[in-house]
């Protein structure tokens, strides 16, 4: 099926060339370009992957589960056929599966059991900003499992990292830049009351955000019990046509994937609500109804 045109495409041709050439590469795409569903499909037909499966590192449960669905979605199958997943506790894979979206606590123990990653043609780091201990456990252990594999490559892929201090661990490997998509921005701060609890001072905040603007709210807090609280003084003071959507690590799997996927059109007369976070680049508005996510505050 046809797929729909997105910032990243333009850097795909370079991006395709530098793995040709070499064993690795690092991608800066800035947030909206669209790496993380486009690039693994893209080396799909790469000539160097012959049989080997696409193996892409994503921090979060999440964040695999949701790559791995858009991706079978573009290509028009189930999960589990060429494009499937594994986090703990869940695996969607196949004899067909040849991109693989895993978690990196799951690719540390591929690495375990396989240190030379048989039958693994590629290894894409996403996200690699963040910086976990074991994204970095992951590379250092890929590079040992090259070391041993000449022909397996490395693509490490992020938003906001120093490309070419990332290049240097690759062996000065090229860097690739793809830009975003850009969105106006205004910045409001409010005074902080020292007096009042943080879930109060950000329920006033989001309430007045709603009345004075469209659209949908994404709001950060430190953890699951401030989101829950807030969630709970917000439930009874949102206009009926608002979706409140908690998102936090002890939601099952169900809940989580349930908080992200886009909104039904639905009448205004339809007032079920959801509280949830946003773990992916993408997110639609849709008409009659409003969205509020709150996840806990990013890691820096």
Known sequence: MPMPPL???AALPALADALAKGSSAVLVAQPGAGKTTRVPLALLDAPWRNDGRIVVLEPRRLAARAAARQM???????????VGFRVRMESKVSSKTRIEV????VFTRMLQDDPELSGVAAVLFDEF???????????????DARALRPDLKLLVMSATIDGARVAKLLDNAP?????GRTFPVDTIYAE???????????????LKAMREHEGSALVFLPGQGEIIRTAERLATRLPPNTDL??????LTPAEQDAAIQPLPCRPPQDRARHLHRRNLADHRRRPHRRRFRLPPRPRL
């Open 102 to 105: 895993v978690t990196e606590g």
């Open 245 to 250: 959507a908690p998102l936090y690590g002890q």
């Open 175 to 179: 860097v690739i830049d793809s830009p």
């Open 72 to 82: 079978a979605k573009l290509l028009g199958e189930d999960v589990g056929q060429t």
């Open 192 to 206: 902080p009351d020292p007096l009042e609890r943080l879930e109060d001072q950000v329920t006033k905040a989001v």
């Open 129 to 143: 900003h963040e910086r976990s201990l074991d994204a970095d456990l992951g590379l250092a252990l890929a590079l």
């Open 7 to 9: 910032p990243i495409d």
